[in-house]
């Protein structure tokens, strides 16, 4: 034994690199056991601690500024909220709905990791589930408005989900026993909602799941991508005028893109380059506005000869106190696309609003009085009456408008260049002179639109 252990001394003493090399390694290996056996039994997310990433915003990119503005960018607009998937329609209250009922009682390191794998898997699956559209009532033909019908006994909103998914269809129609699956149409276009108490029929598979009845479907969106608004092309031949989208910053500029790329079938360019916009989708980015190839061009521009340069507009207005805090939260917010409680409280806020709150105005007020042929849309209205007024916009583009091509849009609307939605301050960032100031704006635009007998602005822009 003791020649052996010589021999091994001696073996190391003339390769030490190899000794540290064994050593490094086998410290390596136990330090490694150590930490493994610390975590064993952990769960993995704590029963009383919130991830750290939950209520986080989808991070967005970080865009280069064009100057002080900031100008060429994407986001998915502030103000905004996500659509959430809701699964079941009209709820029946269970006698006994606790989420620990639910869960199980589980005890120990072991059986806290099991409940919280669950937690997950249940939000996982709620989170791309079908999107609940509303109570409808029947169609007059059902067969041509939805073509596939199952007779479903033991109904549930999973099962008739699951079937339309199965077949590709974007639309799932409950109507007590029998299941139908088809794409929004003029024969069903998804644009007059009744109470969900008409729908609210018990399912015969789950209690606490509403089915609707023969007369009133409850409806749901699946996963199913409607395709039929997805081919998007150049223009076949150079336009021979460029129409622009203008809009002050915040006020819907990418979103608007979205739908008008969706409901022509055609790209959309802009007066900026943004490349994140370009690997987003948006492939007329990288023409020169003057192309010609794209339908309108997307422009923040408010100079006279800016403006002149175009032989028609569409203009986006939004209310000034959420375009205001939307483009602040872009502009301060990095990554995240929020400005911090510190730029809400310094004199950024206040410096912002001098500096920004005149623009909103002169930018209106510009495109009304050089603007050749203008046609005003407010982003208040697009969000509630979406069918109506992308309409009025396709026209204006010269393009023929299929009723069909915008109900697709209707159920894909947020695309990804929406933002999830203001983070909601616990106060009112605008102080009693800015509202002042503002509201004076408001009233200058509201006369200028009325004064060429457009519709003023909305109520919702005075502060009540």
């Not at 521009?301 to 375009?323: C, M, T, V």
């Not at 005003?376 to 396709?394: C, N, S």
Request: glycine share 8%; with cysteine; proline share 5%.
């Amino acid at each position: 034994m003791a020649k052996l252990w010589f021999k091994f001394q001696r073996y190391f003493r003339r390769k030490p690199v190899r000794f540290f090399t064994f050593l490094v390694l086998y410290l390596t290996a136990g330090s490694l056991v150590f930490l493994h056996s610390g975590f064993v039994g952990q769960p993995a997310v704590s029963q009383n601690q919130a991830s750290p990433a939950a209520g986080v915003p989808a991070e967005g990119a970080e865009l280069p500024f064009l100057g002080d503005l900031h100008l060429g960018r994407g986001f998915r607009d502030a103000g905004e909220a996500s659509s959430l998937a809701r699964r079941y329609g009209p709820w029946f209250k269970a006698k006994d709905g606790s989420e620990r009922t639910k869960l199980g009682d589980y005890g120990g390191a072991w059986s806290r990791a099991l409940k919280g794998r669950i937690v997950r898997e249940k939000e996982e699956e709620r989170d791309g589930s079908a999107v609940f559209r509303g109570c409808f009532r029947r169609p007059d033909n059902l067969s041509l408005a939805l073509p596939v019908t199952a007779a479903m006994p033991n109904m549930s909103v999973d099962k008739c989900v699951d079937l339309c998914t199965e077949k590709e269809y974007p639309l799932a129609a409950l109507a007590g026993t029998a299941c139908h699956c088809g794409f929004p149409t003029t024969r069903f276009p998804l644009h007059e909602r009744e109470d969900e108490q008409l729908c609210a029929q018990k399912c015969s598979a789950e209690e606490f799941e509403s089915c609707g009845t023969p007369r009133y479907f409850i409806v749901y969106q699946t996963q199913v991508q409607d395709n039929r608004c997805m081919d998007r092309r150049f223009l076949p031949a150079k336009s021979k005028q460029l129409i622009a989208l203008a809009s002050f910053p915040g006020a819907g500029n990418t979103w608007a893109r979205h739908l008008i790329e969706l409901a022509t079938g055609f790209y959309t360019g802009s007066y900026y380059f943004d490349g994140s916009l370009y690997n987003k989708g948006f492939k007329g980015e990288r023409d020169h506005w003057r192309s010609g190839r794209t339908i309108c061009i997307k422009t923040h521009e408010s100079g006279q000869k800016e403006i002149e340069a175009f032989d028609a507009a569409i203009l986006l207005i939004r209310n000034p106190y959420k375009a205001l805090m939307a483009e602040f939260n872009r502009k301060y917010g990095g990554h995240i696309g929020f400005a911090a409680h510190a730029h809400w409280k310094g004199k950024e806020w206040p410096e912002f609003v001098r500096n920004y709150a005149p623009w909103w105005a002169t930018h209106t007020l510009d495109w009304l009085k050089f603007g050749k042929k203008v046609l005003v849309v407010h982003f208040e209205d697009l969000k509630q009456e979406l069918f109506v007024q992308l309409g009025r916009m396709v026209s204006l583009l010269g393009v023929a408008v299929r009723e069909d091509r915008l109900l697709c849009v209707e159920g894909q609307k947020d695309g990804n260049f929406k933002r999830s939605g203001l983070r909601k301050l616990e106060y009112d960032p605008y102080t009693a002179d800015m509202h002042k100031v503002i509201s004076a704006y408001i009233k200058m635009v509201d006369a200028a639109l009325k004064g060429r007998n457009l519709t003023g602005v909305p109520d919702d822009y005075y502060p009540r």
